[in-house]
């Protein structure tokens, strides 16, 4: 160091990111030849050369056995006791357990990074940060596994908690009443592996399809609404859950997530989402109790179709029908809307279908309309938050193009992503430590 700054002095010119990157590679080598030192396990004394092993026998003391182990300071080697058990050959390195690094080799400090960066950005990017911010030199495909393996940890635990759910096994989350809690959900397609797809219809007739379904959930809270009577969401507020599997075993996750945030002392319930039939099959089998309220926007959406439909490429006409037939719709008044949309004469067969698929939407979901009756509740009447969740928490970091997902590394993604998102890694990856 000496020998660069004197240098740089005699020329004049001191190029201070040079010297800090050198300075920090020198502080990491002299880091990672104490950490070594410090890792060099001695020969266990006689007494404990014998360890039970998981098969019920006794694994034996054989060698030290070194390993190389990335730490946030750089490569160091390791040399701990190998134990064998000859009754089933299964090997242990006891030291790894206690040091949380059994089969991998970067270290709890470096995995953590991994797994922030990992959600974060495409994997590529991460190993770029991972250069930059930390001095690290790791390959794509380590942030790629170590990110999946967390979240992979993380959907397990997950998977735990919902079973309890399950079972009734919930304990009761002790706080403060909360005024209006708020469930919403939504499904965005994520691009998948071929293998992923086999033998499931696409979106268009006749085509496979190349996306799954994922399933995201949001929970917030609601205190206030503003001068004009709207409805202002609790910053801060919004925790999300999510996975790529079916209708059933999500409603089991969302459910455990808005037991979790306080639905049993929840003075008003509220469920928010789309027309999709699967979001009112779990509503009313997780949240019974709860005001149920299609999204105003894709409810004037469907009658945009029917006005497209009804006067093509004839924006005036379709600009008069949306006027009166939209105000029926914001003004709640179901009843008159489907009388209308069925009293609609055509003679084209195509038209007539769709207006008769329409008018049963708008009378199916009826009671979830009555958005005068909401608004004078100053709820919410659109599910804007959930559609701005599948962006931030999907759509940004697995719908990139040139992605494609297997199931397995989407759901681990997911997980952690919205882990990250709701603020429950730093608390996780502590657990994860005490354990
Ligand atoms: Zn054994």
Redesign the pocket.
Known sequence: MRVIFQDRRKTGHLDLEAIEMAVRSAMHHAGAAALTELLQFPTPASEQRRLP???????IYRELRSKPVLTAVGKVGISRPYYL?P????GQFPIDVELDIEDTEFSPGVRRMQAVVGQEAPFDHGRQQMKLLAGLEVTTKAVERTAEAIGADIAAHEQEEIRRAVQLDLPIVIGEPVPILYVEMDGTGVPVVKKETVGRQGKIAGQSAHTREAKLGGVFTQTKCDAAGYAIRDSDSTTYVGAIETAEEFGKRLYLEAWNRGWSRAKKKVVLGDGAEWIWNLADQHFPGAIQIVDLYHARQHLWELARKLHPNDETNQKRWMEFHQDLLDHGKMKKLTVALRSIDTNNPEVADKLRIEADYFHRNALRMRYPKFRRQHLFVGSGVIEAGCKTVIGSRLKQSGMFWTLRGANAIIALRCCQINARFEDYWEARRAA
């Open positions: 092993c998981s098969c019920g026998q006794h694994a058990c009754h089933c050959h299964a």
